[in-house]
Structures are given as C-alpha cells and as structure tokens.
C-alpha cells in the first residue's frame, strides 16, 4: 500500500499568517493527490485535486504543488474559518490511503 | 440540490450484520463510481472500497480489512448505494462516508454524504 506521511500532525497560527502542510508519498504518485478539509462533525470536503488543481468554490487562498513524493497545501493568508483538520488522499492506487491529517488551529 | 444521504446506521453485535444505504439526488447517480470511506472516532480516514459504474460492469475493490465481510451494491434505478456488513467486530465501529468519484479529469472524491454511525458493541 502506498503511504501518506503528513507534517506536522498539528500547527497553530494566527489569523493572516501563511500555513503550508506538508505529504509525502512513500512511492512515485504523479499528480494524483487530492486535499481535503474536515471540520468538527461534517465530512470531508475537496480543495485541490490533481495535486494543484483548485475545486470549483474554493477560496483562491488554498493552493498545492508538488509532484511525487512530495506535495504541500499552503493556505496564504489563514482566516478563523479554516480551522479544521486537512488529509492528503492518493489516486494512483487502490486502496485509496489518505495521511493522517493535519489540525489546524486558530491562535 | 446535489447530495448523498446515508442511512442503517446504529449499534450492532460483534459478529452481526448491517446494511447501508446512500441515497444520491441532483445528478446522474448511473455515471460516477461510488466508495465508502470511515472514520473511526477522534482518528483518520479509512478507504472501505468502490463500486464502479453500469459501464464498467459494476466492478467491486475491497480494503484488505472489510474484503470477504462487505458486500457493495448500488441501484441506479433508484440513485442507490448499499453497502452489506456481514461478520462485523469492533474495529468496523466507525462513522460511514459514501463519497462520490469525481469524472474526468477530477480523481478526487467530489461530493460527500454526511455519513452514518455504525458501532459494534455487546
């Protein structure tokens, strides 16, 4: 299976602060990542797809790159609605391993 | 208004059986492959597996953990998604997601129910 190792596990930064959250692959993936954020009680929603790829609706402040192994989410400037935690999930493989998240914490 | 709505969840005996089901509304269920993912409490995301379409002859793909004990199903007929939880134990206690393939070229899960707790208890 591939693994996805996200860093850090946790952060806390202040409102206009930029955040980056960092995956890494355990093998070659191509493009295929996808980021997701989750809050409290609610599922999972897509940001980026196709490692840079902004979902239709979300906020221009979201971005990724990177390419295998390694890929970053950076949120440029933080504002207090993107509390919540964030997954990596790879698309080159079955089965589809997501990171194990990172929380996101308003100072 | 595009959306998933899971329902079956509840409290089941370990070694038990539960069926799931997601109803899908505002697009055109019979396209997309269709996965299950849960989310154990307080932890991360866990792949179950896919369902793909009419299409692609409804192929099935199963995480090491559920295959031989989960059965996906899906009736386009009726934007319906099943997923058969046969022999549960505690580790199959989670919160159940069906999400939705996105099409080409967005190989991410696009659309989300809001899912339906399953726990496995005595």
């Known amino acids: 299976d591939i693994q996805l190792t996200q860093s850090p596990s946790f952060l806390s930064a202040s409102v206009g602060d930029r955040v980056t959250i960092t995956c890494r692959a355990s093998q070659g993936i191509g493009s295929s990542l996808a980021w997701y954020q989750q809050k409290p009680g609610k599922a999972p929603n897509l940001l980026i797809y196709?490692?840079?790829t902004l979902q239709s609706g979300v906020p221009s402040r979201f971005s990724g790159s990177g390419s295998g192994p390694e890929f970053t989410l950076t949120i440029s400037s933080l504002q207090p609605e993107d509390s919540a935690t964030y997954y990596c999930q790879q698309f080159t493989a079955d089965p589809r391993t997501f990171g194990q998240g990172t929380k996101v914490e308003i100072k | 208004e595009v959306q998933l709505v899971e329902s079956g969840g509840g409290l089941v005996q370990p070694g038990g059986s539960l069926r799931l089901s997601c109803v899908a509304s505002?697009?055109?269920?019979?396209?997309?492959?269709m996965d299950w993912v849960r989310q154990t409490p307080g932890k991360g995301l866990e792949w179950v597996g896919r369902i793909k379409n009419k299409r692609s002859r409804y192929t099935t793909e199963y995480a090491a953990s559920v295959k031989g004990r989960f059965t996906f199903s899906r009736d386009d007929s009726k934007n319906s998604l099943y997923l058969q939880m046969n022999t549960v134990t505690a580790e199959d206690t989670a919160m159940y997601y069906c999400?939705?393939?996105?099409?080409?070229?967005?190989?991410?899960?696009?659309?989300w129910g809001r899912g339906t707790m399953v726990t496995v208890s005595s």
């Open positions: 196709g490692a840079s």
């Open positions: 505002g697009f055109t269920f019979s396209d997309p492959w």
């Open positions: 999400a939705r393939g996105g099409a080409p070229p967005i190989h991410a899960f696009d659309l």
